[in-house]
């Protein structure tokens, strides 16, 4: 940990493929084996605390936060002072093992609590998106970088988004109808994030405990259906991966004051019920800044991220921060 504090804003990294083999859409990146993922991890520099897998993807919890890993998708976020980037290479000389094609990637953050304590490549965005030009293969020629604006400037969001396009495959397929919804929240309410701390030291493990914080919170509550993988750190910290068929769930939790942090994404659909998702998310962290990013695949392939909301889901955060005001006085 930086002398400071823990840096609690993850990295995030979603690479898509695609291959001929049919069978890439059944296992596909599924077969790369446990030592080469910590191959992977090791040049991150964090490890698999604990994992479970279902019929559609496998799901690791990590020292810094988590990894899933589906046929043709991967999406690996890490907090502290990992070097994310650093598993490109490692993912791509896996995947092209496969047969697999790198198609997409996208890269965001948000703006770290201590950026001085990045180690390169993430010294700066610029930095940043230097070493993803350079490492991404050139056929993801449609490539953008941006910190798009942002009322807070400590929640500003960087993203990096780079395309391939080509007549072979002009339709590689993404289910437009799911989207991802990331919530990062700081200034967490400081009793409810004592909620995070290990109280019983004799005869728990990372797992019992990670158990009873999910109940304790309320956040087996969030999606009822979601099968949880949940780890509670040592003395305190805490990280889950929820599973519902194919959607994934996550939380990550620094809950440490003056630095306390708490992260919640899901995959979902606009059928869902997003209000009440966002309002159990904030009932469970009363943040004092939240910022809500959604990401969705447009039909020309390009995966695009916005900072600016579909209606709906500024009108839920605006329904759970209302909801909050009464209760919370800070
Ligand atoms: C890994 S968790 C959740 C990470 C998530 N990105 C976040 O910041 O909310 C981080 C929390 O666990 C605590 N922690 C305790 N032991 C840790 C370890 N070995 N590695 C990472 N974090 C640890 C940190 O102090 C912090 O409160």
């Not at 010294?123 to 056929?139: A, G, H, Q, R």
């Not at 960087?158 to 919530?183: L, Q, R």
């Amino acid at each position: 940990m930086d002398v400071s504090g823990f840096e609690g804003f993850e990295k995030r990294l979603e690479l898509h493929f695609f291959g001929d083999d049919p069978e890439i859409f059944t296992l596909g990146l599924r077969k790369i084996d446990f030592e080469s993922i910590q191959q992977v991890l090791e040049a991150v520099q964090c490890t698999v605390v604990s994992a479970v897998g279902n019929s559609y993807f496998d799901a690791y919890v990590l020292s810094e936060s988590s990894l899933f890993v589906y046929p043709t998708k991967i999406i690996i976020k890490t907090c502290g002072t990992t070097q994310l980037l650093k598993s490109i290479h490692h993912m791509l000389h896996f995947a092209h093992h496969l047969g697999l094609t790198l198609c997409s990637c996208l890269y965001t953050r948000g703006s770290f609590i201590f950026p001085k304590s990045q180690p390169f490549p993430h010294t700066s965005f610029k930095d940043e998106v230097t070493y993803l030009e350079d490492t991404i293969p050139s056929n993801l020629c449609h490539r953008k970088a941006s910190i798009m604006p942002s009322k807070s400037s400590s929640h500003s969001w960087h993203v990096f988004t780079a395309n391939h396009y080509s007549v072979s495959h002009p339709h590689i397929p993404y289910d437009n109808d799911i989207f991802t919804m990331e919530i990062c929240m700081t200034e967490l309410d400081p009793i409810l994030a004592r909620k995070f701390f290990r109280r019983n030291r004799d005869g728990t493990t990372g797992d019992s405990a990670g158990k009873e914080m999910t109940e304790l919170t309320g956040i087996n509550e969030i999606n009822p259906n979601a099968v949880i993988c949940d780890y509670a750190f040592e003395p305190c910290g805490y990280s889950m991966n929820g599973m519902d068929g194919e959607r994934y769930s996550t939380i990550h939790v620094t809950p440490e004051d003056g630095f306390s942090y708490a992260s919640f994404e899901c995959a979902g659909s606009f059928n869902d019920d997003i209000v009440h998702m966002l309002m159990k998310v904030v009932q469970i962290f009363r943040p004092g800044t939240m910022s809500i990013s959604t990401t969705w695949n447009e039909c020309n392939n390009e995966i695009s991220p916005e900072k600016c909301l579909k209606p709906e889901v500024v009108a839920a955060a605006e329904a759970a921060k209302v909801e909050e005001g009464g209760k919370n006085d800070r």
